[in-house]
């Protein structure tokens, strides 16, 4: 068995300070590449990880919800560094702005995600960005199609990876296990909430993936530390 950290980060700006929450700022996210970049970390894709049992001591998976046009700043980092992510869509708002959100910041289009890189994995945010545990398990199945016809109908390459909006999903049973039957019974491979530890690869469940929220006020000292430890409390 081995460590596996998920990385999460939201948006990407221009601005070289103040910086904060889901946004961080391009000079101070090309540093945490940097450090992946010179460490030897190897990035995988999730779909890469299908099939495996073993990966190197030193494995990282990074990924990027929303796909906001500012991410296309991340892109440019990660082939810069030769780092693979993963971008997660939440399928309604593309073309548009995050508005489930503060409505301020715009979506890629289908153009541009078709267009990424190979470096870059797509995979599902919902379509349209709900809590999983307010929906009924016909409205949650609705949801996961509606995404299915937008993928097909817009020739999307996308691993059907789910990262949950807000991080939520039912985690009571009996609702638990019915919501990750659906997941099954949808052909959802891998779920994804937040959790802020460290995964040990190959997971335990599939569908309780954790993911370590790197904030925009992470510095590389903060980074390092998350990378090794998760979240802590102090954070």
Not at 126 to 140: C, G, N, T, V
Not at 181 to 194: C, H
């Amino acid at each position: 068995m081995a460590r596996l950290p998920i990385l999460m980060y939201h948006n990407v700006s221009e601005a070289k300070t103040n910086s904060h929450g889901l946004t961080i700022s391009k000079e101070l996210l090309e540093r945490h590449f940097q450090y992946l970049s010179e460490n030897n970390f190897t990035t995988f894709h999730l779909g890469e990880l299908e099939g495996l049992n073993k990966i190197p001591q030193k494995s990282i998976v990074i990924t990027f919800d929303d796909v906001t046009v500012n991410q296309q700043m991340a892109v440019e980092l990660l082939q810069k560094y030769n780092l693979k992510a993963t971008f997660f869509i939440p399928f309604a708002y593309v073309g548009k702005t995050d508005e489930w959100n503060q409505g301020k910041e715009p979506i890629m289009t289908y153009d541009q995600l078709r267009n990424l890189p190979e470096n870059i994995e797509l995979g599902l945010h919902s379509y349209s960005h709900p809590k999983y545990s307010d929906l009924s398990e016909a409205e949650i199945v609705n949801d996961f199609q509606k995404c299915f016809e937008v993928i097909e109908g817009n020739g999307l390459n996308v691993h059907y990876s789910l990262a949950y909006p807000y991080g939520n999903y039912p985690k009571k049973e009996p609702l638990k296990s019915q919501f990750q039957k659906l997941l099954i019974q949808n052909g959802i491979k891998m779920g994804l909430r937040i959790g802020n530890g460290i995964n040990v690869f190959p997971f335990k469940n599939p569908y309780e993936i954790k993911r370590i929220d790197i904030k925009g006020e992470d510095n590389l000292l903060r980074f390092r530390i998350k990378l090794r430890f998760g979240k802590l409390k102090l954070f």
